[in-house]
């Protein structure tokens, strides 16, 4: 009996494990929209290649780690510039009709200069360097990707100084829910080709470079991580560090072995807007309460004053700022309805 309900335990959970897995499934650069193929189905034109299966790669060796499972060239090159912004959207299951379904671990970007175009460029021997890294947030207690988990994208910015030429851009979750072995992580590279434009001098270094796979080892720390679930986290990015000429705004949540720089990418964030990049790569919060109130839903609010003296709005779905002014105006029909009020009553007493 035991062993039958094991069975009706095993075969139950293989839903739940086929669809617990994703891909690319669309890119915005510059707010120009780009739609991936499903994995091992019809291949359309696009910019990114397309992988056989939403499996992720096992093992740092795997062939696979270079842009995803039995990645295929793309037809298409999307036109970029230096500091163009590249939305990401990651989704899960077969046809990305869910959200990515994993929230440990790191998300981590790279770049290669494709010799000639990158619709016909074997990327084996590819050298990539290292354009940002984000890991946990300041919490130290959540993982950046948790915002990818919620329907949020992954932005990167393209290195505002690099060099002209045709690059792959390669997005990448690495999934640690079962690192705690070593070869439990699970990889999930996607590439995307890219025509840049500029006149920037900007490359990375020899030192800065390293080939996928090559890049990792199944032992190194990011990757074999048995202290992944043990609060407060830290983490070790693995691979090289981000490459200099990028920058120093998007290397956060995490620490390289050597020591890293910057990099140029910002959080996942919902819409196609990108968040102003702080020298942590967390957004910065430019915006300010204005003297008409900004409502973006309809939830209930919940009123708290403001050092300021303004009243503020808020639940966990939105923010809306009221001016002193509008709060006063609301205090008033208040008043005047509660007066409203004790007459109808007087009315009826009498």
Not at 28 to 36: E, L, M, N, P, R
Not at 58 to 71: D, L, Q, R, V, Y
Not at 96 to 111: A, E, F, Q, R, T
Not at 212 to 220: E, Q
Request: charged share 10%.
């Amino acid at each position: 009996m035991t062993h039958l309900l094991f069975v009706f335990f095993v075969v139950g959970l293989l839903p739940i494990l086929v669809t617990a897995h994703g891909y690319i499934g669309s890119v915005t650069i510059d707010g120009q929209s780009y739609t991936g193929n499903e994995p091992g189905s019809t291949t359309n034109p696009s910019i990114i290649r397309q992988v056989s299966t939403i499996s992720p790669v096992k093992g740092a060796t795997n062939p696979s780690i270079n842009c995803g499972m039995n990645a295929t060239l793309a037809a298409n090159v999307a036109n970029a510039n230096p500091g163009s912004q590249v939305v990401i959207h990651w989704v899960g299951g077969a046809t990305g009709s869910s959200n990515w379904p994993h929230n440990v671990g790191p998300i981590m970007h790279y770049m290669t200069k494709c010799n000639g175009p990158c619709s016909s460029y074997d990327s084996t021997n590819a050298e990539w360097f290292k354009i940002s890294e984000l890991g946990i947030k300041s919490d130290n207690t959540t993982w950046y990707v948790t915002n990818i988990m919620e329907g949020m994208p992954a932005n990167v910015t393209i290195p505002s100084s690099i060099a002209p030429g045709d690059y792959l851009l390669r997005s990448e979750l690495i999934s640690l829910q079962l690192a705690m072995t070593v070869g439990g992580a699970e990889f999930y590279p996607g590439c995307i080709q890219l025509s840049i434009g500029g006149s920037g001098t900007g490359a990375a270094t020899s030192s800065e470079e390293c080939k996928l796979p090559g890049c990792y080892s199944d032992t190194d720390p990011g990757i074999y991580d048995p202290t992944v679930y043990n609060p407060p986290l830290t983490y070790t990015f693995p691979g090289p560090p981000v490459a200099a000429f990028v920058g120093s705004s998007g290397s956060a949540g995490g620490t390289q072995p050597s020591g890293s720089a910057g990099g140029s990418s910002t959080t996942p964030t919902s819409g196609s807007s990108s968040p102003t990049a702080s020298a942590s790569g967390a957004p910065t919060n430019t915006s300010s309460p204005s003297s008409s109130a900004t409502i973006t839903t309809a939830p209930t609010t919940t009123l708290s004053a403001t050092p300021s003296g303004n009243v503020t709005s808020s639940n966990l779905a939105t923010s809306c700022y009221l001016t002193s002014s509008t709060a006063q105006s609301l205090a008033k029909r208040a008043n005047s309805k509660r007066g409203m009020h004790k007459r109808r009553l007087l009315r009826r007493g009498s």
